[in-house]
C-alpha cells in the first residue's frame, strides 16, 4: 500500500512512534510518504519505499500566525495526486485530523477517495485538545476520520469522557522495535556517569511541567541518602531552570547530569538500574516501554496509561501523582540488592517484549486493509 504519515517530527512520543511504524511498514512492503514539516529525527534514510515531503508556510506580513494546517492540506493534495496514495494516517489529532479532513474533501472533489485513520496519543486529547479553543475542531475532526485509535485503554477512556464521539475507537498500543535494540556498547561510557559502586538512575523526557521533574529531583534525593547513585536527566525543556535550582538547593549539584536532548538514549538506557517516571499525566509512557526493553525497572505513578505498560511489581512500581515518599520507598526496593534488582530487569524487559513491534504492526496494517476496502 501507498501510505502518507503526517506527526510531528521532532522530539515528543507521537513522532517517534510515526516514524518506527513508517519505518516497519516500509519494511513490510509499503510505500511511505512522511508529510511534515521537517524530517523527523528517528527517519535517518530515506529510500526508494520511504519518502519525505517538507511542508513549507512561508512568512507572510498579514499573517499574524502562519496558517501551517493549510499548508499541510494543500501539501497532502499534491503528494496523493503525484504518487497515487492510498491511504492517510495522521498522529496526533492537532492539527493534523482537521488538515487531513479537507485534503480528503479537496480530493474527493477530483474524484479521488483519500481514506483518513487518525491515531490520538494523548496530550492532543487530554491537554490542548479539550480545551475550548480546538475542541469543537478536534470533536469534529476525529468524527470525521474513517478509524480512530488510541495508544492506550485509559486515552480511549478520556476521549469518550471529553468529547463527544461517535465512532468506535479502537486500541493499538505503542511499540518497541526489540529485535533492532543495541544491548551492548563496547564503549559504553557508564564510567562517564557513575563510579562502579554507584547506582545510575535515569529520567528521559521533554522536561515540560507534567513530567514533573522536581519529582524526579526529590525521588532521587531519597534514595540517594540510602544509597549511592548518579541522576542522569536527559532531554530539554521548560523546567530545566527550575530542576536546577532545587539540586543547587538540595546540594546535588555532583550527583546529578544534564545530558540534553541526546539520540544516544540506547546507550544511557544500557547502564541504566532504575528509570523515574513521576508524570502527571501519561497516556501510554513510550520512554518507560523504551527503558524497560533495555532492562531498566521504572518507578511511575499510576496515571493515564502508565498502569498498562509498567506492571506493578513484575516491571517496577506505581505510585499516586505526587507520593514521593512512596516511589523513593520502592525505589530503594527495587536497588536493594542484585537478587532483586535482576528480578524487576528481567519482569521490565519481559512486559516489554508483550510491546514488539512484531504483536503490534500487523494491528494497523489489519486496520488500514479494513478502511481500504469499500
Ligand atoms: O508528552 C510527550 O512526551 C509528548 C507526547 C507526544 O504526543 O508527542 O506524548 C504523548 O504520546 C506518546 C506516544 O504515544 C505517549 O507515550 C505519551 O504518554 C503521551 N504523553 C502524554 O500523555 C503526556
Redesign the pocket.
Given at each position: 500500500m501507498k501510505i502518507a504519515i503526517v506527526c510531528?517530527p521532532t522530539f515528543?512520543?507521537?513522532?517517534?512512534?510515526a516514524t518506527e511504524l513508517g519505518i516497519e511498514l516500509s519494511k513490510r512492503g509499503h510505500e511511505i510518504h512522511f508529510v511534515t514539516y521537517k524530517q523527523p529525527v528517528r527517519l535517518e534514510y530515506l529510500s526508494s519505499s520511504i519518502h519525505y515531503h517538507e511542508v513549507l508556510v512561508p512568512e507572510y506580513p498579514l499573517f499574524h500566525y502562519q496558517p501551517y494546517e493549510l499548508a499541510l492540506s494543500s501539501k497532502l493534495v499534491k503528494v496523493v495526486q503525484n504518487h497515487k496514495i492510498d491511504l492517510l494516517h495522521v498522529?496526533?489529532a492537532i492539527p493534523h485530523a482537521y488538515a487531513g479532513f479537507m485534503a480528503q474533501q479537496m480530493l474527493k472533489e477530483q474524484g479521488i477517495s483519500l481514506p483518513m485513520m487518525t491515531?490520538l496519543?494523548?496530550?492532543?486529547i487530554?491537554?490542548v485538545g479539550s480545551h475550548s479553543f480546538y475542541k469543537p475542531a478536534v470533536n469534529f475532526s476525529i468524527n470525521k476520520s474513517d478509524i480512530v485509535t488510541s495508544?492506550?485503554e485509559s486515552?480511549k477512556r478520556d476521549t469518550l469522557e471529553k468529547f463527544d464521539i461517535q465512532k468506535e475507537i479502537e486500541v493499538v498500543p505503542?511499540f518497541i522495535n526489540i529485535s533492532d535494540l543495541k544491548e551492548s556498547f563496547e564503549d559504553c561510557k557508564r564510567h562517564m556517569v557513575a563510579d562502579e559502586d554507584e547506582k545510575v538512575i535515569t529520567h528521559v523526557?521533554?522536561l515540560?511541567p507534567?513530567?514533573r521533574l522536581e519529582d524526579v529531583i526529590h525521588i532521587f534525593n531519597g534514595i540517594h541518602q540510602k544509597l549511592k547513585a548518579k541522576l542522569v536527566i536527559v532531554g530539554d525543556g521548560p523546567d530545566r531552570e527550575k530542576a536546577n535550582k532545587l539540586i543547587k538547593k538540595l546540594n546535588l549539584k555532583d550527583k546529578v547530569i544534564f545530558l540534553g536532548k541526546s539520540n544516544d538514549v540506547e546507550r544511557i538506557l544500557c547502564y541504566s538500574d532504575l528509570f523515574l517516571l513521576p508524570?502527571e499525566?501519561?497516556?501510554?509512557?513510550?520512554?518507560a516501554?523504551e527503558a524497560m526493553a533495555h532492562r531498566t525497572p521504572i518507578i511511575s505513578t499510576n496515571a493515564?496509561?502508565?498502569p498498562e505498560v509498567n506492571l506493578e511489581g513484575i516491571s517496577g512500581h506505581l505510585s499516586k501523582v505526587g507520593d514521593v515518599d512512596h516511589m523513593i520507598a520502592n525505589g530503594i526496593k527495587i536497588l536493594s540488592t542484585p537478587e532483586i534488582l535482576e528480578k524487576y530487569k528481567k519482569g521490565a524487559r519481559e512486559t516489554a517484549e508483550k510491546f514488539d513491534v512484531k504483536h503490534i504492526v500487523c494491528r494497523y496494517e489489519k486496520l488500514y486493509a479494513k478502511m481500504s476496502s469499500p
Amino acid at each position: 500500500m501507498k501510505i502518507a504519515i503526517v506527526c510531528y517530527p521532532t522530539f515528543g512520543g507521537s513522532g517517534v512512534v510515526a516514524t518506527e511504524l513508517g519505518i516497519e511498514l516500509s519494511k513490510r512492503g509499503h510505500e511511505i510518504h512522511f508529510v511534515t514539516y521537517k524530517q523527523p529525527v528517528r527517519l535517518e534514510y530515506l529510500s526508494s519505499s520511504i519518502h519525505y515531503h517538507e511542508v513549507l508556510v512561508p512568512e507572510y506580513p498579514l499573517f499574524h500566525y502562519q496558517p501551517y494546517e493549510l499548508a499541510l492540506s494543500s501539501k497532502l493534495v499534491k503528494v496523493v495526486q503525484n504518487h497515487k496514495i492510498d491511504l492517510l494516517h495522521v498522529h496526533y489529532a492537532i492539527p493534523h485530523a482537521y488538515a487531513g479532513f479537507m485534503a480528503q474533501q479537496m480530493l474527493k472533489e477530483q474524484g479521488i477517495s483519500l481514506p483518513m485513520m487518525t491515531t490520538l496519543h494523548g496530550t492532543d486529547i487530554t491537554l490542548v485538545g479539550s480545551h475550548s479553543f480546538y475542541k469543537p475542531a478536534v470533536n469534529f475532526s476525529i468524527n470525521k476520520s474513517d478509524i480512530v485509535t488510541s495508544v492506550s485503554e485509559s486515552l480511549k477512556r478520556d476521549t469518550l469522557e471529553k468529547f463527544d464521539i461517535q465512532k468506535e475507537i479502537e486500541v493499538v498500543p505503542n511499540f518497541i522495535n526489540i529485535s533492532d535494540l543495541k544491548e551492548s556498547f563496547e564503549d559504553c561510557k557508564r564510567h562517564m556517569v557513575a563510579d562502579e559502586d554507584e547506582k545510575v538512575i535515569t529520567h528521559v523526557s521533554n522536561l515540560r511541567p507534567v513530567k514533573r521533574l522536581e519529582d524526579v529531583i526529590h525521588i532521587f534525593n531519597g534514595i540517594h541518602q540510602k544509597l549511592k547513585a548518579k541522576l542522569v536527566i536527559v532531554g530539554d525543556g521548560p523546567d530545566r531552570e527550575k530542576a536546577n535550582k532545587l539540586i543547587k538547593k538540595l546540594n546535588l549539584k555532583d550527583k546529578v547530569i544534564f545530558l540534553g536532548k541526546s539520540n544516544d538514549v540506547e546507550r544511557i538506557l544500557c547502564y541504566s538500574d532504575l528509570f523515574l517516571l513521576p508524570s502527571e499525566r501519561e497516556s501510554f509512557g513510550l520512554a518507560a516501554l523504551e527503558a524497560m526493553a533495555h532492562r531498566t525497572p521504572i518507578i511511575s505513578t499510576n496515571a493515564g496509561g502508565l498502569p498498562e505498560v509498567n506492571l506493578e511489581g513484575i516491571s517496577g512500581h506505581l505510585s499516586k501523582v505526587g507520593d514521593v515518599d512512596h516511589m523513593i520507598a520502592n525505589g530503594i526496593k527495587i536497588l536493594s540488592t542484585p537478587e532483586i534488582l535482576e528480578k524487576y530487569k528481567k519482569g521490565a524487559r519481559e512486559t516489554a517484549e508483550k510491546f514488539d513491534v512484531k504483536h503490534i504492526v500487523c494491528r494497523y496494517e489489519k486496520l488500514y486493509a479494513k478502511m481500504s476496502s469499500p
